[in-house]
Every structure is written in C-alpha cells, then in structure tokens.
C-alpha cells in the first residue's frame, strides 16, 4: 500500500522561517510495495503554497530516487513509491544510461500552454528519453488548487523520466537550482488596458522573476520567455539577472516561424518539412517580419518557387503577424497547444545540433548582433545551435530595402517599449512613447 499525504517539509519549513509569508508543505509517497493499493490521505494545512511530490522512502526522506550512474548494483537508486513500481520492474537497463536530472521551472503551469507543455516534457519528448527530469512549478494564489490538480495528473501519469514536480508561489522557492526556466505566466491585456499599462504590469512580474533567478537559479539557467509583450518582458527579465548571461534569455518567437512556414508550404503546395531557414525578425507583435528572402522551399529561394511577390509581401506578412489573433477570434482565448508545441521546438532548437545549412528563430539579445539591429533589446533573429543549449547568430543572410524597412520599424517598437520599462531595467524614468498600432498578435 501506498499513502501519500501532506507533511511539512523541513528544507521548505526553514525557508518559511526566512520567507513569513509563504507556507511550504510536501507530498511524499510511503510505499511499502507489498500491495500496489494506493491510498491518499489528504492532512489540510491552512494554505499550502510550496509542495513537493516525489518518491520517497518515509516522510522523512523526502529526496527523489537518485538516477543511476553506475554498475555498482550497491550504489543502485533505492525504489519507491508508484513510480518506481512503472519503470523499475521492466525498465532497469535503460535506467543505466540515464543522464543527470535536470529541473525545469515553468510558471504559468496551471494555465492551458503549461497543461499541453508540462506533458510533452515529462515524457521525454523534450529533452530526451534519457534525461531524468525534474519539475518545479510556478503558479499564482489564485491557481493553486489548479496547480496541485496538474501534479496530480503527472502523478497518475506514470512518466519514467519525471523524478519530481515541486509547486509553489514564490519564484525564489521554485526556481532553486533551475537549469530551465520556462516562463509563461503573465496578465493578458484587459478590455481598456492601455499597452502601457500592460507592460507594467507584466514587466513587474518579470523584472521579480529575474532577481528569483538571479539569485536561486542555475548560474547557467536558460530562459524562454513566453508571457507577452515576450520580448521586453525577456529584456525585464534580464536586466534583473545580472549574474545570468544575457545569453542565456530567450523570448519565444517559434510559433510566429511555424506558422510562417505552414503558410509558405500552402502557398507552394509542398509538405511544411520542405519549408526552410525561415526567420522571424524582431517583436512578437504585429511588426514582426517573416523573412520570405532568405527562407527557402526544397532548398530553393522562396522567391524563385513563389513568385507573387504582392502575396509574399502583404498577404503573408499580415497573415502570419496576426494568426495569433485570428486564432482568438476562432477559439475565444490565445492559442494554447501550438503554442507549447513551439516551446518545445525551441527547446529542441538548442539541446540538439541545428541540421547543416538550416537555422531557427528565437527573440535575443542583441548585443554584439552583425545586422546592425540596435544593441541592447531581444530581438528575433536566426540562430543555430551545436545542441549544447548555446546559440550563434547566423551570418550568411541577405537583406533588401523591403526586409530592411520592416526590420527597422519592428526595431523603433521595441526600442520605445524599453524605454517604457525604463523603471524596471533600472535605467530611469519610463517614458511611453508606444507606436499607435503596435499590438501583440492577439490584439488587432
Ligand atoms: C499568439 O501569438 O498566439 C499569442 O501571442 C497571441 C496573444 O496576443 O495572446
């Protein structure tokens, strides 16, 4: 029988001590493997806002089964609880060649990106199906029930490679030791929010995530920033983790790639896997630009398999740039599984070598760039990756008065939104001089 219930945690009850305001409480798995009946006792706390689900041997040893690196069957993970009971019993060699866990941080994760994302990770679909992860999960108060409902559906499902899933509300408790952090969770904009406001809002949450990461996190952490305006909520971020590369922050523009290439395909009628090397360039928003110059069909210049160059230019510009909020008309709220779909893409994109002569998208910081583009923003570019989670921007692009212009106008969207969040970077007084139409893709 096994019996899960709530108990304090001393690690997370210590760090209550330093935090007053937060509660911390963890699930833990008892297992005595003599029955494989379950049981699951529920002890209320007044407020639970830190748990921890992982296998256990008591409620005292509260540490996740150690991935097993050796042959030395006396240095062997001890196996407990309802995991142990799916993969141990028929899954032992392959456990062997497992490598290190990792712990990936996702906020938002009650929110419907996170509940398509969180599986797709658990599953090894992401990082692998040797690598052990674990979750740490960030939500709000508001959510919290809904938090624990999604550990428990990644309990019952009986991954492998999921060794533990943490939840809570305070990024300084769930992003200790994050190699990834994957931020999602942000405000969407309200029926007469000026974007201003928006970006002061969320940049507030983004700019207290930064100093979490900054001061708990890997010091290698990877950021993908998914909550819009994403790309100067990365810029936030970063600018508060200034013991965390620059780098190392990603603000997610794959969707807007993907949804380029599906667009490209349907125009030349070919499969979406014949479309290539397309890039998206700057701001999650309506400016952004869907390189049709440099991409290419079946190897061939878009150009040169597509020859209407008013559809390339209006057509397919606009479509892309405002398909997330064609979506939002169909569905009444933002795209959600394509969305953790391209999450996953991007992770891919860097944890796997980018295949030769081909590269993706992602918003980062441009610092150093070799396109001119103004230093010191997160701006989609086209990168590719040696599969170490690092990036290099590529070289071998070629630009036209077209492609420069919108990149340009793209560029002054962003530059006037840091210098709305001049607050939060620390770089002074905010003053907003938006663009009239500049719009996230949802809000046209
Ligand atoms: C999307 O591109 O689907 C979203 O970013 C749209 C939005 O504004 O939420």
Redesign the pocket.
Known sequence: MAVAEFIPSSSASASLNKRSSFYSSQLSYVSTQISYQRRLSVRPLPRTHYSQICCSVSSKETQAPTVVQTDDPKKKAECYGVFCLTYDLKAEEETRSWKKMINVAVSGAAGMIANHLLFKLASGEVFGTDQPIALRLLGSDRSFQALEGVAMELEDSLYPLLREVNIGTDPYEVFQDAEWALLIGAK?RGPGMERSALLDINGQIFAEQGKALNAVASRNVKVMVVG?PCNTNALICLKNAPNIPAKNFHALTR??ENRAKCQLALKAGVFYDKVSNVTIWGN?STTQVPDFLNAKINGLPVKEVIKDTKWLEEEFTEIVQK???A??QKWGR??AAS?AVSIVDAIRSLVTPTPEGDWFSTGVYTSGNPYGIAEDIVFSMPCRSKGDGDYELVKEVIFDDYLRSRIKKSEDELLAEKRCVAHLTGEGIAVCDLPGDTM????M
């Open positions: 969407p819009n969707l807007d999650h398909r997330g909020g979506l939002i933002s795209s969305t996230l893709p949802g809000e």
